[in-house]
């Protein structure tokens, strides 16, 4: 059989995977009938047409963020971007998002790896070097939609629960040059998967059984950057143990600390992009402290973190020195600190008010003044 037909094979079996788990909620038949026409009049086969609907696809994958529990599967298009950057993908290498979601990371690096594409023969590489596994249909669904009108003919994503396999069955082949990930953070592993990990490492936390796991899978040399929650930083038992580990493995070298509205809706919970190279322990880790943008309280739905955002720390990443938002902490700090890595900007401080006895007494006074007024308001109207 020719290599069309064997792309042909791929192609049903593809189409087979990623409807298997989802439902048709349409229930109207000629409102489906409808939206297939439409589909019908666009000619995927015209490079045009296909970015097009790309375009409008990605956008469509943008309010997933506000669209309840679908709102996890999709990060900001500027920390994909941003991370991408940082690990610099080269062709050749073997890059893994094992928590794909709707593909975000994936199609950032297709893009980073196109600009030195030269000829069909890298453009099949690509296909075949980036990978992603998903374990929900629906985003599993998305990605593999996101990848193919991004023409990968056959996107390398697997429907499978990434912590289904004890650490062990991965061995050198499997291992990869880079991770970029945004793993699931704040949830709770109920299927036993937490017994695929060594004793030392055992925890229900997904967050943590994903940096164990991505550690792992990194080849000596591999980097990665991550998205992890403060709460990932700290904490004791199990928790002090994997960030040990990561410590002693990788060379952890920075640290970007995001506002806790970055993900809003869907979270709300600080998060942080972590940058490590597996293979030589850490010795010092770099902290940048991203700030919201002046005049901006909060990021949201109508106001996101920008791609430009991200430019001034791409121009410190080359030439890092100390500032009132960027600090460097001595591996022997950390230690100190019980591996704690969730270090405050020792450059900012606390705004403190002080008050007069007097002015504190005033205050309290107005205080229960209204609060004998509400009380009131409130007998009367239970009388």
Known sequence: MGAGGGIANQRALLVREV?????????????????????????????????????????????LQSAGKSGEF????????????????QLGEKILDPSCGTGGYLTATIEHLRKHANNI?????????????????????????????????????????????????????????????????GGIVAN???????????????ADLFLILMIHLLKDGGRA????????????GVK??????????????????LPNSVFQPYATVATNLLFFTKGAPTKEVWYYEHRLPEGQKSYSKTRPIRVQEFEPIKTWWNDRHESD??????????????????????????????????????????????SSSLLAQLKGAVA
């Open 19 to 63: 409807f298997q788990g989802n439902n048709n909620y349409m229930k109207s038949g000629t409102n489906l009938r409808k939206v297939l026409n439409k589909l019908n009049e666009i000619d995927f086969n015209v490079a045009k047409d296909r970015h097009a609907f790309g375009e409008l696809y990605e956008t469509i994958l943008k309010e």
């Open 74 to 89: 999709y990060t900001p298009r500027a920390i994909t971007e941003f991370i991408c950057a940082m690990i610099d993908p």
């Open 121 to 185: 023969e890298d453009l099949k590489s690509i296909a075949e070097d980036i990978i992603g596994w998903e374990y929900k249909p629906l985003p599993y669904l998305l990605a593999t939609t996101n990848l193919i009108l991004h023409d990968m003919e056959v996107p390398n994503i697997t429907f499978r629960d990434s912590l289904d396999q004890p650490l062990s069955s991965y061995t050198a082949p499997q291992r990869v040059d880079a991770i970029l990930a945004n793993p699931p953070f």
């Open 192 to 206: 036993g998967n937490e017994s695929n990990f060594p004793l030392n490492y055992r925890t229900r936390e997904s």
């Open 225 to 236: 950057g991550i998205v992890l929650p403060d709460g990932s930083l700290t904490g004791d």
């Open 240 to 257: 002090q143990r994997v960030r040990q580990k990561l410590l002693e493995d990788c060379n952890l070298h920075t640290i970007i600390r």
């Open 325 to 370: 938002i960027s600090w460097k902490v001595p591996l022997q700090t950390i230690i100190d600190r019980d591996y704690d890595l969730d270090i405050k900007n020792p450059t900012k401080t606390k705004e403190t008010n002080e008050h007069s006895s007097a002015e504190l007494m005033r205050m309290l006074e107005t205080s229960f003044g209204k």
